[in-house]
Structure formats: C-alpha cells, structure tokens
C-alpha cells in the first residue's frame, strides 16, 4: 500500500468545455413540398465543478494529476436536434481547501464543509444550427455557429486543516507524543528537532463528546518570516478555535520559549494573535515538583495565565488539558463568549 503523503498546495491548469457545433442540414422528405433547414444547435461543454469530500486531508493527488478539461458538446443533427451536453468535470477536494489565483493574491474560493459544490468554470455554450438563421429573406441559410470556447486558468490549491484545536510550541516540545495520547493519531517522535514534517490530525474523544486536534510542526525564531520548516505550516493554525501552547520544562528559559512561538504568532497575523490559548508545561515527568512549581511561576509571568502541568509521556494532566480544550469550544456556543465550566491546572 502507497504511503500516504501530506502536501498542502498544488498548482493546477484548468479548462472547462468548449461547445459544440450547430449542425447545417436541411429537411428531405417524401411528400414535403417544401424542404427547409433541420440543422440543431450544438452541445453545451462541460463545467468544471469542485466538491468537497469526508476522508481527504491532502493534496497529494494533485501532485500527480495537474491538468484536468472537461468534454467538449457534441455536435448538433438534422431535424432540430440538440447535441449532447459534456460531461461535468468533478474535482474533488479536502475540506479546509482554498483556490487562490496564479499569482496566489486572491482567494476566488474557499470551502469549509463538507459537501460545498461550486462550479467554478463553465462550459461553452453550443453554437447555432443553421435552422436559427432562417429568415424571410434567408430560406436556406447554411452558416452555423462553431461552438463557444471554455474558460480556462491556472490556480493554486491551499489547504488549511480544519481542526478545533492546534498544538503549538518550540520543536521537541512534546506535541506528537501527546496527540498521539489523547487521539487516534499516529505521530512520528523522536528525540530531536522537527520530527513533525507536516500537520497531523486527531480525533479527541473525551467526555462524551468528540473534537479534532492538530500537531503543527515546530515553530523557531523568524518562522513567520520563512526560517525553518514551521512557517509554512501556520496558515493551518488559522482554522483552529484555540490553541494549546507546550513549553518543554527541560528548556533553560521557560519564558523565552514561550515568547519566540508567541511572537511568531503575532507576527504572522491573520488572527492568530487573537485566538484563545492554553499554556502548559509539558514533559513535567522529568522534573519533581519544587522545580516544576518554580518553572510554572516563571511561565506564569511571562504569559499572564497558570499554566497546566502535562506529561504526555505519562497522560499526566491530559484531563484538565481536554476539559480546558472543551471549555473554550463550549464558550464560542454562548452569547458572553465567557469560558464554562472549572478546571484546575495544577
């Protein structure tokens, strides 16, 4: 079985239908004093039409197929037939998709559930039968229209993950092990930095209810500017409602590691300065508690909230980190927009 790749922007060149010919024919029948033009119009040509579906969250295939053009009409007939429209061209697509413009400056779609169907490009209509052109001084026209061109465009496809909430922190923070404890998700770890390649997606299942987390790959100073492999990566933070920020407890600065991925938030913009956030210290496992206290009064200073205490290694603290997630989604559902519910970090 073919591995499955993470790819999150594709260049595509499109081409929608052009129409078919009007037919030039005339009426020949037995007993018919007098014959006429017959000749129907050409086929419309197919659209090209985007929809999205459950169970993609890749691009992938649109590594190895870039060129899609939709059938052209058929042809028109004698005795005022229409020919055959073309057939609808169906690309399908990972909800979270964007289709942006060549030079990637504008957002001509975006798609957001599951099910959205836009047709995006139509096809061209059919030209004009020689029968349309019979006039009272024209009995026998024999021009006919050749059938209207498609449209066609290169565009770029972008994903961003759509996903509840975002695991974000310095590489080696510990992101992978611990989505890969509280959800179904498969997550490469290793000891050393960006392990995480690319986003990874899990299902959370916790107190009856169910939410999609996201491991996005490690951010380090001057991400949002290009520098190592995260700034790419954080368009897929844009689509989530809250985000969960692991700091390593082995770092020498809590604070500073903190800071350097909060900056790099605010400095990417599009919201993600805005967004809700929970802090945690991670990997608490490999200190005791006098220290891990002492740490958590620095990071506390730094971020103006007590952080969690997790270990993903061990699930501890996973819990209040779950209820926390779900006291934020809970509070986009009520009018006050204030956080439900009592958790406890420590």
Known sequence: MRAMHFLDQAKIHLKSGVGGPGAVSFRREKFVEYGGPDGGNGGKGGDIIFETVEGLNTLIDFR??????????????????????????????????????????????????????????????????????????????????????????????????????????????????????????KAKVGAYPFTTTHPQLGVVRHREREFVMADIPGLIEGAADGAGIGDRFLGHVERCRVLLHLVDANNEDVADAYRVVRTELDAYGAGLEEKPEIVALNKSDTLDDELLEALAQELEAECGQKPLILSGATGKGAEAALDAIISYLDAETTASGEVEGDWSPL
């Open 64 to 185: 190895y197929t870039q060129h899609f053009k939709a059938p052209r009409g058929k042809g028109g007939a004698g005795r005022n037939q229409t020919g055959a429209g073309g057939d609808d061209l169906v690309i399908k697509i990972p909800v979270g998709t964007q289709i942006l413009s060549d030079d990637q400056e504008h957002v001509l779609a975006d798609f957001t559930r599951v099910g959205e169907r836009i047709v995006f490009m139509r096809g061209g209509d059919g030209g004009r039968g020689n029968a349309s052109y019979k006039t009272a001084t024209n009995r026998a026209p024999r021009q006919h229209g050749t059938g209207w061109l498609g449209e066609e465009m290169s565009v770029w496809l972008r994903l961003k993950l759509l996903a509840d909430a975002g695991l974000v922190g310095l590489p080696n923070a510990g992101k992978s092990t611990f989505i890969n404890a509280v959800t179904n998700a």
